[in-house]
């Protein structure tokens, strides 16, 4: 059996972690509310792996589940896939439609949603409830929850198809988000490697941190991988909480850790005085529609 943490059923996080997981059996999934408790219960030992969304096309990385990656949990990353963010307006349509069964943005009086899905939707929100206040939860799942469970409050929710349909709400408006390209990068977390799939694309991520300030010491880091015509897909740098102005730099890498040039490049870094945290070499897969339809 392999037990997967992730955030409440009818999330996006649970949909993308169905996504990963399909056509491989002995799999159960365990929800929880916030995100502390979804890395919480891997670290422990309760469950296998952990489902973390990391970044998205609209809102950028998401820095608390980056910050808990890096310093709160010792899980490395086994594997990572791009899932859609599709997000919709949900709530109850007999309280909020019309006489004529059209939705009246005016008696809407709160929407409710994770941070991250919200952001996604600011533009929608703007335009045809600018009246409303917003309110955020921790996850998209839990918002549809509340506003199924206090009824005749003017309440909605921005979340999932699948979590409208379990909880007996509607969609009173699809696809909500602010542009049609919205993805959501998840990571795999936990101690045992991903063997369910394979993917010919093999990714590494290192934090990358100097214990004092070092002038162009971030050039020289970067040098390292330029010359060997390493790429990398992304960097970003997170406070190291130690001092202010003290940052690590979280990288990206399109190489397996097991390649010699990626090997010798972290070799040439250790070497100027840095320290190198590798947090996982896993595959990494792309979304495709058709996979859908299976």
């Not at 199924?148 to 909880?167: E, S």
């Not at 909500?176 to 390209?181: E, G």
């Not at 406070?239 to 010699?260: A, E, Q, W």
């Amino acid at each position: 059996m392999i037990r997967v943490s992730v955030l409440p059923k009818g999330s996006t996080s649970d949909d993308a972690a169905r996504h990963l997981f399909r056509g491989i059996e002995g799999v159960s999934y365990d929800y929880h509310r916030i995100i502390a408790d979804v890395f919480l219960s891997t670290a422990e030992g309760r469950s296998d792996y952990a489902v973390i969304p990391i970044e998205n096309t609209i809102d950028g990385s998401v820095g608390l589940h980056t910050d808990w990656l890096i310093d709160e949990v010792d899980l490395p990353i086994q594997a990572e896939w791009v899932y859609p963010s599709v997000q919709n307006l949900v709530g109850l349509r007999s309280e909020l439609a019309d006489e004529s069964g059209a939705i009246d943005y005016s008696r809407i009086k709160k929407v409710m949603s994770h941070p991250v899905a919200m952001a996604q939707c600011l533009q929608f929100l703007r335009k045809h409830i600018p009246h409303a206040e917003l309110e955020h939860i921790g996850s998209t799942a839990e918002s549809i929850r509340i506003v199924r469970d206090n009824p005749g409050l003017g309440w909605a929710a921005i979340g999932q198809k699948t979590a409208a349909a379990d909880n007996g709400l509607d969609v009173l408006q699809e696809g909500v988000t602010d542009h049609d390209n919205n993805f959501t990068r998840f990571l795999l977390v936990g101690p045992k490697p991903f063997e369910g799939k394979t993917s010919d694309k093999q990714k590494t991520t290192i934090i990358v941190s100097h214990p004092e300030d070092y002038p162009g010491g971030l050039h020289q880091v970067l040098s390292a991988f330029a010359w060997r015509r390493i790429n990398l897909s992304r960097i970003e740098s997170r406070p190291t909480k130690k001092r202010l102005g003290t940052y690590y730099f979280m990288i990206d890498i399109d190489k397996s850790l097991d390649t010699i040039l990626l090997q010798s490049a972290i070799a040439e870094i250790e070497a100027i005085g840095f320290q190198v945290r590798v947090m996982g070499t896993y595959p990494s897969f792309t979304y495709e529609p058709a996979e859908e339809m299976e």
